[in-house]
């Protein structure tokens, strides 16, 4: 059962482009929600997160919006760099309390950006 | 500040041996996660400690376990090991009492002949 889920295994985009990248959760619990990126042999980097008290969190080039009743959220890039091919990972944490290091990753897409 | 350390980094062992990693959280975090990474099934969570308490526990066999210390340092263990358990596990520490972000090792990767 995957509660968090990316369907798009790949996504390519020209440098400047936005890129947009989204993540469907099935879960209702779920009431925070990160963003990260990785790159081959490191650990994922954290980009963003968001509250499921808000619709929409911004930092710098990185853009999340949450749709609750959609169970929908996806990231935006704009403009696209180079630098941000990696693949992104959606992940989802639920219940607050004793849960705060326990997150549920989605599989990730494998962003490209084309100079 | 440190991030968070990973030992090792790499090793290899063969099935049914045993196998130990560490992990140094950043100063100040007292919880520490672990997560099993395989191109199959992604990113899944194996275990986290609070206090040196397992908090929260994910859904894997009991040949997998960990434990945390007073410095908050933790380690995890996988006995009798498995073609299967070939992956790269990763720790992740956090302040374990609010929403946050959980910060990344770089991992250990374990490769089971």
């Known amino acids: 059962d995957q509660q968090v889920k990316q369907n798009s295994p790949s996504l390519s985009v020209q440098e400047g482009r936005i890129s947009i990248l989204n993540c469907d959760y099935t879960n209702s619990m779920f009431d925070y929600f990160l963003w990260y990126k990785k790159y081959p042999a490191e650990g994922p980097t954290f980009l963003i997160s968001?509250?499921?008290?808000?619709d929409k969190n911004e930092d710098g080039r990185f853009t999340v919006f949450l749709n609750k009743s959609a169970k929908h959220l996806s990231l935006h890039i704009v403009p696209s760099q180079p630098g941000d091919s990696a693949v992104y990972f959606c992940a989802a944490s639920a219940g607050g309390g004793t849960s705060y290091g326990k997150l549920t990753f989605g599989q990730g897409t494998i962003l490209t950006v084309h100079p | 500040k440190a991030g968070v350390t990973q030992t090792p980094r790499y090793l290899i062992k063969t099935r049914g041996q045993q196998v130990t990693l560490s992990c140094s959280p950043i100063?100040?975090?007292?919880?520490v996660s672990w997560y099993q990474q395989t191109p199959g099934q992604g990113l899944q969570f194996l275990f986290e400690y609070f206090s040196e308490t397992q908090r929260n526990k994910g859904n894997f066999p009991g040949r997998f376990s960990g434990r945390q210390f007073s410095n908050s340092r933790s380690e995890m263990n996988v006995s009798t090991l498995e073609l299967g358990d070939s992956a790269l596990y990763l720790c992740?520490?956090?302040?374990?009492?609010?929403?946050?972000?959980?910060?990344f090792g770089e991992g250990s990767r374990l490769t089971v002949l």
């Open positions: 968001i509250s499921s008290i808000k």
């Open positions: 100063s100040g975090h007292r919880s």
């Open positions: 992740a520490s956090s302040l374990g009492t609010v929403y946050g972000e959980l910060f």
